[in-house]
């Protein structure tokens, strides 16, 4: 079986993945969203990222776990996000941590890579990354979390694109907080 390319992130309702300062700060999940999202993650062994993504996923989480005062759904996703194996494309990172790669050739090609070596899903994150991935129909499930806020502006979800993508939900659930998790694959 072939490992599926998941495109996953938390937007605001109108689309935002960050707002215009470049903040995230309305992602922060509630506990019962962080439980059931650490379940999906335990799903994908190896985290695609762009070089922004991976600095600030990089900067938290590879000490998020020995925090005194952290959260269990913090520790369980801080001990998630070790194990996995992560691929970064970038131009200007020379070094990147534990478990960690960096791209030497173009999407496609270490997409099938990936693929052709036994695992489990993978997953891309950060939108000017993943829109190469959606431009070249490569991602086969879209994972997406929105929560109940209007940005106004900032960083979209996705680009704009020169053709239609179907998609079929197969999962959705909202949580107390206001925040839906949308799960779609392609048609």
Do not use: C
């Not at 938390?10 to 922060?28: C, K, P, R, V, W």
């Not at 990089?58 to 194990?83: C, K, R, V």
């Not at 950060?126 to 979390?145: C, K, M, N, P, S």
Request: hydrophobic share 40%; net charge negative; charged share 20%.
């Amino acid at each position: 079986m072939t490992r599926k390319l998941i495109y996953s992130l938390q937007m605001s309702l109108d689309g935002y993945i960050e707002d215009a300062s470049g903040s995230i700060g309305f992602t922060h999940p509630e506990p019962e969203l962080h439980a059931y999202l650490n379940a999906l993650e335990a799903t994908i062994d190896t985290h695609i990222y762009g070089r922004r993504l991976y600095g600030t996923m990089n900067n938290f989480w590879p000490t998020a776990a020995q925090d005194p005062g952290a959260e269990p759904e913090i520790i369980e996703y801080a001990n998630i996000w070790n194990a996995l194996d992560k691929l970064v494309f970038s131009n200007t990172l020379k070094t990147v941590g534990p478990r960690t790669r960096l791209a030497t050739a173009d999407v496609e090609t270490e997409l099938a890579a990936l693929r052709a070596t036994p695992g489990a899903d993978i997953s891309v994150g950060g939108a000017t990354l993943a829109a190469q991935f959606t431009a070249r129909d490569l991602v086969d499930e879209y994972w997406v979390i929105v929560y109940p806020v209007l940005l106004g502006g900032g960083k979209p979800m996705f680009s704009a694109m020169d053709r239609r993508i179907d998609l079929e939900l197969y999962d959705s659930r909202t949580f107390p907080a206001g925040a839906t998790v949308l799960l779609y694959r392609r048609r």
